[in-house]
C-alpha cells in the first residue's frame, strides 16, 4: 500500500520561499515518476510539476517555470519543491502524487495517470 505525506506548507509573503517535501512508501520509489499537483479555492487541480523516475528529467507547467524547482532523492524516497518568488496565485493545497506507470512518463501532466496521492499542504501567499 502507497502512502504518501506531504510536509512543508504554510503562510508566505509575496516574493519569498517555501519548500515542500514528500515522502513515499510502499512502493519502489526509484521506479516511478513523482507528480506535484495543486488546487486553489473553487478551481480544478492543475499541474505544477513532474519528475522522471531517475530524477533527472523535470517538467514545470508555465506558470511556475523559472521559480519552482522539483527534486528527488531515491535513496531516501522523497521529493521536494522548491517555491522561490511565491505570488499570491500560487496559493493553493498542494499534492504529490505518483505516476500510475512503471518507469513511464506517459502523459506526466495529467492527473489521471496518477493512481497514489497525498492528503495535501496548504501554501498560502499573502500580497
Known amino acids: 500500500q502507497v502512502q504518501l505525506v506531504e510536509s512543508g506548507g504554510g503562510l508566505v509573503q509575496a516574493g519569498g520561499s517555501l519548500r515542500l517535501s514528500c515522502a513515499a512508501s510502499?512502493?519502489?520509489?526509484?521506479?516511478?515518476?513523482m507528480g506535484w499537483f495543486r488546487q486553489a479555492t473553487g478551481k480544478e487541480r492543475e499541474f505544477v510539476a513532474a519528475?522522471?523516475?531517475?530524477?533527472?528529467?523535470?517538467f514545470y507547467a508555465d506558470s511556475v517555470k523559472g521559480r519552482f524547482t522539483v527534486s528527488k532523492d531515491n535513496a531516501k524516497n522523497t521529493m521536494n519543491l522548491q517555491m522561490n518568488s511565491l505570488r499570491p496565485e500560487d496559493t493553493a493545497v498542494y499534492y504529490c502524487?505518483?505516476?500510475?506507470?512503471?518507469?513511464?512518463?506517459?502523459?506526466?501532466?495529467?492527473?489521471?495517470?496518477?493512481?497514489?496521492w497525498g492528503q495535501g499542504t496548504q501554501v498560502t501567499v499573502s500580497s
Open positions: 510502499g512502493r519502489t520509489f526509484s521506479s516511478y515518476t
Open positions: 519528475i522522471g523516475w531517475g530524477g533527472s528529467s523535470t
Open positions: 502524487a505518483m505516476h500510475r506507470g512503471y518507469k513511464s512518463l506517459t502523459r506526466y501532466y495529467t492527473r489521471n495517470e496518477y493512481d497514489n
